[in-house]
């Protein structure tokens, strides 16, 4: 099977294509990737090394995708990630970020139709709404915000809401940040090609993604960023909320995407499997802020935290994704625990300290 993987270069890319070459070494992955991202080119040189066929081009242009090789399935990771992307101040007006994200989809649907390969996108817990989320009511325990367990005993939570997480069946009207709807928009346009022209398509939601050789800025994901700005002791602040650090994400290592990928891509053309799931790693592997930097002062040693509790635009207390659903139908669980996550991005910024971000 050849796999044309786009944003190869970055770091959900990067990691994907070498867990799909670990899972099955014959298969034939093509690259593309515009470099944009600061330090991309470090993984440029180590997939070339394994055999990856990286070609440099950008997928706002329709013409760079004409020379590709036509491959079985394209695996779309190529985006601006930032859930600040296309607001003031991000360095991404909204037209740019439309063009990267949902017109860059848009080309790729085309290669699809084209060459009749299947599409797999990355998206996000970010196409779910933004109101309902922003006014959970939650409780600060050890550390960490949870929704209200009164409340959630009372029956009152939107569909899709559970303390498991938040499930596909949650709503996911507007609301939900410019970079949201570019990502919504994009599962819709590519679910209507797969209908309309006959090709597999798979939405992928994701959850933060961690690991080892992540850029570390803040738009790639926390846990990364808090962990590398710990180790190089640069200046951290609990941002939001009660100023105090207990808003709560979930983790998965992008590695762990790569046998459902398989799977998926495996799965007949008319399989009854649903289309849009979530995979992430879910209430087991989630954590607060606080919780993140007890464990940062243990493995790194003690770094003073500001508080700074103005909101931001599009922050939440509590996004934890419900990965239910994939256990249930591909029986697919998060394979790497969070300490391992945890450890393996210490590890590499320590050994690190000149790594982009
Ligand atoms: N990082 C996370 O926590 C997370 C969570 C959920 C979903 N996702 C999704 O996963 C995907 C990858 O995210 P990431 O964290 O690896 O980001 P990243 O910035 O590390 O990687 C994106 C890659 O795409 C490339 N790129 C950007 N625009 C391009 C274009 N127009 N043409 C060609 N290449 C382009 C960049 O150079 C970079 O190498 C994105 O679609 C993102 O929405 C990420």
Redesign the pocket.
């Known amino acids: 099977m050849k796999i044309l993987v786009?944003?190869i270069?970055?770091?959900?890319?990067s990691t994907l294509a070498r867990a799909l070459l670990a899972e099955r070494p014959d298969l034939e992955i093509h690259g593309?990737?515009?470099?944009?991202?600061e330090g991309?080119h470090h993984n440029l040189r180590a997939l070339r090394t394994l055999g990856v066929r990286v070609v440099h081009?950008?997928?706002?242009l329709a013409s760079d995708l004409e020379n590709l090789p036509a491959c079985d399935a394209v695996l779309?990771?190529?985006?601006?990630?930032s859930v600040l992307a296309g607001t003031a101040g991000s360095g991404c007006s909204p037209v740019q970020l439309v063009e990267?994200n949902l017109g860059?989809t848009l080309h790729l649907l085309e290669y699809c139709r084209r060459h009749r390969a299947a599409f797999v996108l990355?998206?996000?817990?970010r196409v779910y709404s933004i109101a309902p989320l922003a006014g959970l009511p939650v409780v600060a325990h050890r550390g960490a915000f949870a929704p209200d367990p009164a409340w959630l005993a009372a029956g009152a939570a939107p569909a899709g809401l559970s303390a498991a997480g938040i499930a596909e069946t949650f709503p996911a009207e507007p609301p939900v940040s410019l970079y949201g709807a570019t990502?919504r928009a994009s599962e819709i346009m590519a679910l209507e090609y797969g209908a309309a022209f006959g090709f597999p398509v798979w939405i992928n939601r994701?959850?933060?993604?961690?690991g080892a050789g992540?850029?570390g800025r803040a738009d790639?994901?926390i846990f990364s960023f808090w962990i590398r700005g710990w180790a190089a002791r640069r200046p951290l602040r609990h941002l939001g909320f009660d100023g105090l650090g207990h808003q709560v994400r979930d983790c998965l290592h992008p590695a762990d995407l790569a046998p459902l990928v398989l799977a998926q891509l495996d799965a007949p053309t008319d399989s009854a499997a649903p289309r849009v799931v979530n995979l992430a790693g879910g209430a087991a592997q989630a954590m607060s802020l606080r919780q993140l930097g007890a464990w940062c002062e243990q493995r790194l040693g003690p770094h003073a935290v500001a508080s700074d509790p103005a909101p931001r635009p599009y922050d939440l207390p509590w996004i934890v994704l419900d990965p239910g659903l994939a256990a249930r139908v591909w029986n697919w669980h998060p394979r790497t625990p969070l300490a391992a996550i945890l450890e393996e991005i210490a590890a590499h910024a320590l050994a690190h300290a000149d790594w982009p971000g």
């Open positions: 786009t944003g270069c970055g770091f959900a890319g593309v990737d515009n470099l944009s991202r991309s081009g950008d997928i706002r779309d990771c190529a985006a601006q990630p990267h860059g990355l998206s996000t817990s990502k994701c959850g933060v993604l961690a992540q850029f790639q994901g």
